[in-house]
């Protein structure tokens, strides 16, 4: 099975959200592989949500991709749309660049600096919007699945762990983790902001102003709303959210779904971390190491690894009756549409 | 019966969106009275959005209301919500002022003044953006319902009505409807646009670059991407909405449904041009003559007469049940504690 655990339910009206965010976190240099430097990582969440949409950039010349070269998971969320025909909705929780499709604006700021503690201006008033549009999405889908692109996610969601008293260890973009970045970074925000290792456990929307970025507000609103099947779609980044839905007592049908590299990657714990959350997790594999196209074979050597909700996409795709096969054929076919390869 | 003819459909998934758009045709003085003066109808679109989502608005210190002082029909849209449950999704299609609340925003451009023969920039893309939303509607709902918020809007509705050829005579929010300036500015459009009655038969969007307001490419294109029953909610303005329909040659199950105040004006042919188009038309009576608010009961002459989707959330009141008595009581609750009336 290319998905475990395989999924046993089958929805009517499944929805898939992707909400989009920018910080300041992630143009610190060294933090973020989504985007080829840290300055153009701002382009990547409007470029993600126009790649997903329309199979195209506008924002930018060309479609996110890794220093390395290896193509956004963009592609990966986009084949899963095509195959299982799944209606995508984006969210703009604070972007710096706006996608140019339509999408739906919470009127929220981008994210700052962590290092200087002031990380997201209102969490509240995001979740809050967030949670009445979560209200409106259960009354029209059975199943909403919620992704994610947001450069430099991964070192807020560190930080936002500790701050909930979390040792979450979190997952990278880069094949090499750079783990000591991070630390730096969350140490210093920790700081800035006078807080400590779980001093905040009982506050997760502080934790997500002092530590955080807005992705993280308007997702646990979402699932606050939702009163339907609920799955995260993302690595570390969305256990910090659950970590903060657990935090606010939350009793919701929430489950999360990620890529196979994110749950085995080793310098993170995501395994861990969900089972201590108790939240059922699935990952997926795209079985990209059979493909002739090397930017899907870099997946494999644990670039990229996870974003704009891949592994949630191959989740749908799987619960909707696709192969491993039909999925890795659909995303070669949108990869080499996307960056015209023969 | 306070709906006639009565529907005779019972959805299961129901979805209420509102298209929001400012032009500068509504700051022709004597155009509008979508707001308390022809500058403050800019707000007009962004207060009724915040009015029915949440009860109050952000935007400005009081809702939108007739110079004469009678309320936004927003109120009435938030009763129908609050009675049915429906949930509204706000589509900014070209704002000068955007509501605090979430909306999804199409990217475009306010509507220009008529006058100077530019009204919409690109009515194309804003037509497919809208049109791709539309069929991801149509995997969630089993009926949308399309209303709007643009002052103005019935001078732009009369400005395409005649460049497609139609002698449609469009409705007015003034007791005493404007007819004299109407005519002119749509005349001074013609001719700026250098165009004659019925030159754009064949090219509807271009009718609407010319002399219409971005609403129409907006709802027309969720039109064309909904394969759902589509209910337009409104009065004239949805005329001219219809009459682009039928120009694209577009086979939907498209009805439409206004208030008795617009159906029953004798300076519009609202009745005459929906037989003439060949669709339903739905009219809802809220049985106001009978309010011991007086700000109700002025709709009984001949203020504000629809908006905001009013006429169409009446009928989804009745679809779902409610009693014309449950929806005018409904209205006066909604209405005392937007406007602090004891």
Redesign the interface.
């Known amino acids: 099975m290319w998905v475990e655990p395989y999924p046993d339910f089958s929805p009517e ?1 499944p ?1 898939f959200v992707c909400i989009l965010a920018n910080t300041g976190t992630a143009r610190i240099p060294g933090i973020s592989a989504a985007g080829k430097s840290p300055e153009l990582t701002d382009y990547t969440p409007a470029a993600d949500a126009e790649l997903v ?1 329309t199979g195209t950039v506008f924002s930018i010349s060309e479609p996110a991709m890794c220093p390395s070269g290896a193509p956004t998971p963009a592609v990966l969320t986009r084949a899963s749309m095509l195959l299982t ?5 984006f ?2 929780a604070g972007l710096n660049i ?1 996608p ?8 929220a700021q981008p994210g700052g600096d962590i290092r200087k503690g002031r990380a997201v201006v209102d969490a509240t008033d995001i979740y809050r ?2 949670a ?2 979560g ?3 259960s ?3 059975d199943l909403v699945m919620i992704g994610e692109s947001v450069p430099g996610g991964t070192t807020t969601a560190m930080g936002v762990l500790r701050a909930l008293g979390h040792n979450g260890r979190v997952s990278s973009s880069f094949p090499d983790n750079p783990t000591g970045i991070k630390e730096r970074v969350v140490n210093e925000g920790m700081k800035a902001s006078g807080i400590s290792f779980g001093s905040l456990k009982n506050q997760p929307l502080r934790a997500v102003e002092c530590m955080g970025d807005p992705m993280m507000a308007a997702a646990a609103g979402l699932v606050d709303g939702l009163n339907v099947r609920t799955i995260l779609a993302g690595g570390t980044q969305m256990v910090s959210v659950l970590s903060i839905i657990k935090a606010l007592g939350l009793k919701k049908d929430v489950s999360i779904a990620t890529t196979c590299y994110v749950a085995n990657d080793r310098t993170a714990n995501f395994r861990e971390m969900t089972e201590l959350l108790g939240i059922t997790a699935f990952a997926a594999d795209p079985g990209f190491g059979s493909s002739r196209l090397q930017g899907l074979r870099m997946y494999e050597k644990g670039e990229v690894k996870e974003g704009v909700g891949a592994g949630g996409a191959m989740l749908a795709a799987a619960m909707l009756g696709f192969s491993q096969k039909e999925f890795k054929e659909k995303t070669e076919e949108v990869y080499r549409s996307v960056f015209s390869i023969s």
Chains 1, 2 share one sequence.
């Open positions: 009206k929805l949409e025909g799944i209606p995508c909705l969210i703009n706006m140019k499709i339509p999408f739906i604006d919470l009127n919007k967030s009445d549009l209200r409106k999405f009354k029209l889908s």
